[in-house]
């Protein structure tokens, strides 16, 4: 079933990368993000770790000024308690945001699979991650629930906030 909303949401991305369109790389309509995670393992993952901290990186292209699509990547370390050992995600994925205005509120999500580290007998599964946020020209705010659907019925799920700084193309 996870594999059937994972290629369900792919085939979802499809006719935004269908379009015959010319796209020009410009610094107005492209940019890594790099940044950073912080958050609180809640279900599953919250009987194995106490906090996650993270690195998130993303390169975006706007379509317009409110929609952007892009590639998601990072790694999210968590702190293993109660004698259980760290353990990763690292995510594989592609977003959707919208902005709502050139700086201001904004609504995303990340649609991949999570590969996991340190974890035996679980390579991952499909990752999945909405933000809500703020933004401006150079910088990203937000808060997130990220939930890594893994193999034999675990699910990786934390909330937090993250920070991204915008480096453009050029």
Known sequence: MKKLFFIIGLLGFS????????????????????????????GDASDFASFN???????????????????????????????FDDFGIIPLAGFARYY?????????????YGFLT????????????????YHNRDWNLYAFYQNTFAENDVDLQTVG?????????N
Request: hydrophobic share 40%; net charge negative.
């Open 53 to 83: 901290l993270g690195l998130d990186l993303r390169g975006q292209y706007l379509f317009n000024p409110n929609f952007g699509i892009g590639v998601a990547s990072g790694y999210t370390h968590f702190f293993g308690k109660d004698g």
């Open 100 to 112: 709502f205005a050139p700086e201001g509120l904004f609504l995303g999500a990340d649609l991949g």
């Open 15 to 42: 006719p935004i990368f269908a379009q015959e369109t010319e796209i020009n790389i410009t610094p107005d309509n492209s940019w890594f993000k790099a940044g950073v995670t912080a958050g609180i393992p809640v």
């Open 161 to 169: 906030v993250g920070v991204t700084y915008n480096i453009r193309f």
């Open 118 to 133: 340190n974890v035996d007998n679980n390579s991952g599964g499909l990752y999945v991650n909405p933000q809500i946020g």
